[in-house]
């Protein structure tokens, strides 16, 4: 699989904040930053999740799903056990469905 170093590191980002939210993570609120679109690029160029998905960018993933409710819990919208839930199931999506 191509990207398979960054989709683990992508899904060991979700974990890590999922436990211990860094509110001045920025970075999750800007999917080029994540490290598997640092990694296939503008074109999400053989993105195993654009490839699951059917779709560029994440777009109807629980990887967007997260970056979504993140920027809610940066805003003050959304408390820290609903940021773990939905960061934990994206990185359990990207674990079971996408990595396997």
């Known amino acids: 699989m191509k990207h398979k170093q960054a989709l683990k590191a992508e899904i ?3 974990r890590k904040n999922a436990k211990e939210p860094d509110d001045g993570d920025y970075q999750m609120l800007i999917m080029s930053e994540w490290p598997l679109c ?5 074109e999400c ?5 654009a490839e699951y998905a059917g779709k560029r960018h994440c777009w109807g993933s629980p990887s967007e799903h997260a970056q979504s ?3 809610g819990y940066i805003d ?3 408390d820290k056990p609903t940021l773990s839930k939905a960061l934990t199931a994206a990185a359990d999506w990207l674990e079971k469905e996408v990595l396997k």
Do not use: E, I, N, R
Request: with cysteine; glycine share 16%; hydrophobic share 40%.
């Open 45 to 49: 160029d053989g993105c195993p999740v």
């Open 69 to 71: 409710v993140w920027k």
């Open 12 to 14: 060991a980002m979700w």
């Open 76 to 78: 003050g919208d959304v």
């Open 38 to 42: 640092k990694s296939a690029g503008d």
